[in-house]
């Protein structure tokens, strides 16, 4: 998966890109046909100091994209809230799709059943 990481008004060191990239490893596991993420990083000076990080990401995956978004006081929280958030949309997504097809199933084998009696 290719990673595109952007901040603003923040310097990015080894150790937050590390963190990210560990994270992303760990989303890349949930689903393997993501094509990419793109996440920004952003410091507001402006806000009270509760919510001064923001952490969004964009997953790039077959059909709509997945979005997720976090402000905390601290930004490895952000990044673990995001990861934490398109997790589970990627979780709700595999499980939608997992019913649609044993929906499908199981109507071929009550077709299949009522054919044959």
């Given at each position: 998966?290719?990673?595109?990481?952007?901040?603003?008004?923040?310097?990015?060191?080894?150790?937050?890109?590390?963190?990210?990239?560990?994270?992303?490893?760990?989303?890349?596991?949930?689903?393997?046909?993501?094509?990419?993420?793109?996440?920004?990083?952003?410091?507001?000076?402006?806000?009270?100091?509760?919510?001064?990080?923001?952490?969004?990401?964009?997953?790039?995956?077959?059909?709509?994209?997945?979005?997720?978004?976090?402000?905390?006081?601290?930004?490895?929280?952000?990044?673990?809230?995001?990861?934490?958030?398109?997790?589970q949309q990627i979780r709700k997504r595999h499980?939608?799709?997992?019913?649609?097809?044993?929906?499908?199933?199981?109507?071929?084998?009550?077709?299949?059943?009522?054919?044959?009696?």
């Amino acid at each position: 998966m290719k990673l595109i990481l952007s901040t603003h008004n923040l310097t990015l060191t080894k150790s937050i890109e590390e963190h990210v990239v560990k994270r992303i490893e760990k989303l890349d596991h949930f689903d393997k046909r993501a094509v990419d993420a793109r996440v920004t990083l952003e410091h507001d000076h402006t806000r009270v100091p509760e919510k001064q990080f923001s952490c969004s990401m964009r997953l790039a995956v077959r059909g709509p994209d997945l979005f997720a978004e976090d402000r905390e006081s601290d930004l490895y929280a952000a990044i673990d809230r995001v990861t934490k958030k398109i997790e589970q949309q990627i979780r709700k997504r595999h499980s939608k799709v997992k019913a649609h097809k044993h929906k499908d199933a199981a109507k071929l084998k009550n077709a299949k059943r009522e054919a044959g009696v």
